[in-house]
């Protein structure tokens, strides 16, 4: 089993920035990649950026040059640099772990982008 903890959503203004992070605790379960997704009001879930084991991220086409993932100093954490937030970026965001057998889910953390 794993456990997904995030922290850093809040409310910003237009152009502002937040920083999401998240910890996976556990034991006996590799973890392959981790990742952020985001779920607006009516729609659905949606990958925002995720980074590999390895450190290889990639990102949707709607955040590139705006928004940064990595690895945290400590293992299975993983942090998401949110800059120039648009109203669109509002969502609940929610941290995956990746694991060979199955996906995990935190609960989620709320971004509001006041405009």
């Known amino acids: 089993q794993v456990q997904l903890v995030e922290s850093g959503g809040g409310l910003v203004q237009t152009g502002g920035s937040l920083r999401l992070s998240c910890a996976a605790s556990?034991?006996?379960?590799?973890?392959?990649?981790m990742g952020w997704y985001r779920q607006a009001p009516g729609k659905q879930r949606e990958l925002v950026a995720r980074i590999t084991s390895g450190g290889t991220p990639n990102y949707a086409d709607s955040v590139k040059g705006r928004f940064a993932i990595g690895r945290g100093y400590i293992k299975n954490t993983v942090y998401l640099q949110m800059n120039s937030l648009k109203p669109e970026d509002a969502a609940v965001y929610y941290c995956?772990?990746?694991?060979?057998?199955?996906?995990?889910w935190g609960k989620g953390t709320l971004v509001t982008v006041s405009s």
């Open positions: 995956n772990a990746d694991t060979f057998a199955k996906d995990y």
């Open positions: 556990g034991s006996g379960v590799s973890i392959n990649a």
